[in-house]
């Protein structure tokens, strides 16, 4: 026999017309609510027993020991991740100055998460760990979710235009006389690794630039896949003149694997990353790149969550930051 279906926020939604803020705004007493708003949400609630979180309740009045919960994919490397740990400084910067205490969670996206233990939750991207998402917004879990753009779920987010960086890339590269533009991706199951690749293809294309499949590589991030990525391109007949890394890490990687194969950068090889990671500026090349602002990111973050745990914040915030192209010595025109 099926245990009985837990009623949700989203049915309480549903049966009052209004939208699940509304009905967090009443469960939580937020005094600007009209009444006659208030008295059909808690019909609703009465009439199919809706029982709410009270740990999400309490604290989203504000109440002492609020914390911050920070769900993380779990990936290879993760702690030794640039992306990752820029995030976790932005965010537990935000919480220390907040007086809120942080939560950190890494996810493989199969279990469900116990968002009782935290007044809000911050989703670093959705990989294979949409369930978790949904769950917290049924349960009427305070979310927020970063470096995606969710277009389809009724949750906050902060992004970064990818699809910008990815193009400002390969503009930059044109620019400076570039026709044979090859690209090491990033993980193209996340958001942020298909968008760069689309505003990267995109712009070659514009700039009526035929995207050769030899100079494509699908990489995922890591250092390995940049390593066996340069190899490919430098034994090419037709080597390319520059490559885009779809991160700093593997940008790093191809430098160094350039100079292990006698190849000079820039002079033989131009080579442009994203991310702005500080390890750029300290290797033989300070190397090009496209900065997303991940400190930043994080540390807003904490404050939109905030805000709706204490109910001040009532409506959907959709942030897109602007990504910028931070110039160094790893680029030049093209020798030949």
């Given at each position: 026999?099926?245990?009985?279906?837990?009623?949700?926020?989203?049915?309480?939604?549903?049966?009052?017309?209004?939208?699940?803020?509304?009905?967090?705004?009443?469960?939580?007493?937020?005094?600007?609510?009209?009444?006659?708003?208030?008295?059909?949400?808690?019909?609703?609630?009465?009439?199919?027993?809706?029982?709410?979180?009270?740990?999400?309740?309490?604290?989203?009045?504000?109440?002492?020991?609020?914390?911050?919960?920070?769900?993380?994919?779990?990936?290879?490397?993760?702690?030794?991740?640039?992306?990752?740990?820029?995030?976790?400084?932005?965010?537990?910067?935000?919480?220390?100055?907040?007086?809120?205490?942080?939560?950190?969670?890494?996810?493989?996206?199969?279990?469900?998460?116990?968002?009782?233990?935290?007044?809000?939750?911050?989703?670093?991207?959705?990989?294979?760990?949409?369930?978790?998402?949904?769950?917290?917004?049924?349960?009427?879990?305070?979310?927020?979710?970063?470096?995606?753009?969710?277009?389809?779920?009724?949750?906050?987010?902060?992004?970064?235009?990818?699809?910008?960086?990815?193009?400002?890339?390969?503009?930059?590269?044109?620019?400076?006389?570039?026709?044979?533009?090859?690209?090491?991706?990033?993980?193209?199951?996340?958001?942020?690794?298909?968008?760069?690749?689309?505003?990267?293809?995109?712009?070659?294309m514009k700039n009526g630039i035929d995207f050769d499949p030899e100079y494509f590589f699908k990489g995922d991030?890591?250092?390995?896949?940049?390593?066996?990525?340069?190899?490919?391109?430098?034994?090419?007949?037709?080597?390319?003149?520059?490559?885009?890394?779809?991160?700093?890490?593997?940008?790093?990687?191809?430098?160094?694997?350039?100079?292990?194969?006698?190849?000079?950068?820039?002079?033989?090889?131009?080579?442009?990353?994203?991310?702005?990671?500080?390890?750029?500026?300290?290797?033989?090349?300070?190397?090009?790149?496209?900065?997303?602002?991940l400190f930043e990111m994080g540390e807003e973050a904490v404050k939109i969550i905030n805000s709706i745990m204490?109910?001040?914040?009532?409506?959907?915030?959709?942030?897109?930051?602007?990504?910028?192209?931070?110039?160094?010595?790893?680029?030049?025109?093209?020798?030949?």
């Amino acid at each position: 026999m099926k245990p009985p279906k837990k009623v949700s926020i989203t049915d309480v939604a549903k049966r009052a017309n209004v939208s699940i803020t509304t009905v967090s705004r009443v469960i939580n007493k937020v005094p600007t609510v009209d009444k006659d708003i208030v008295a059909k949400v808690e019909e609703a609630v009465a009439a199919l027993k809706f029982r709410p979180n009270p740990t999400a309740q309490r604290l989203a009045r504000g109440g002492k020991g609020a914390a911050v919960g920070f769900v993380i994919p779990g990936f290879p490397g993760v702690f030794h991740s640039f992306y990752a740990v820029e995030l976790m400084r932005g965010i537990g910067h935000g919480c220390e100055t907040l007086h809120l205490d942080l939560v950190f969670h890494i996810t493989d996206g199969k279990n469900p998460l116990r968002s009782t233990y935290a007044g809000g939750l911050i989703f670093a991207d959705i990989i294979e760990n949409r369930s978790q998402v949904e769950d917290a917004i049924e349960d009427g879990t305070p979310s927020l979710v970063i470096n995606h753009l969710v277009k389809d779920l009724e949750v906050s987010y902060i992004a970064v235009d990818n699809v910008k960086g990815g193009a400002t890339a390969a503009e930059y590269l044109i620019n400076l006389g570039h026709k044979r533009i090859a690209t090491v991706t990033g993980n193209m199951q996340t958001q942020a690794g298909m968008d760069r690749y689309e505003g990267f293809q995109k712009t070659l294309m514009k700039n009526g630039i035929d995207f050769d499949p030899e100079y494509f590589f699908k990489g995922d991030y890591s250092r390995r896949s940049a390593r066996d990525a340069a190899m490919y391109f430098f034994a090419l007949d037709n080597p390319p003149t520059a490559i885009f890394a779809a991160s700093d890490e593997m940008a790093l990687e191809i430098i160094s694997v350039a100079h292990e194969s006698g190849i000079k950068v820039p002079e033989d090889i131009s080579v442009i990353g994203f991310d702005d990671n500080p390890a750029g500026l300290f290797g033989a090349v300070a190397l090009t790149t496209i900065k997303q602002p991940l400190f930043e990111m994080g540390e807003e973050a904490v404050k939109i969550i905030n805000s709706i745990m204490q109910g001040k914040q009532t409506s959907l915030v959709r942030k897109v930051l602007e990504p910028d192209l931070i110039i160094r010595e790893s680029c030049a025109p093209p020798s030949s």
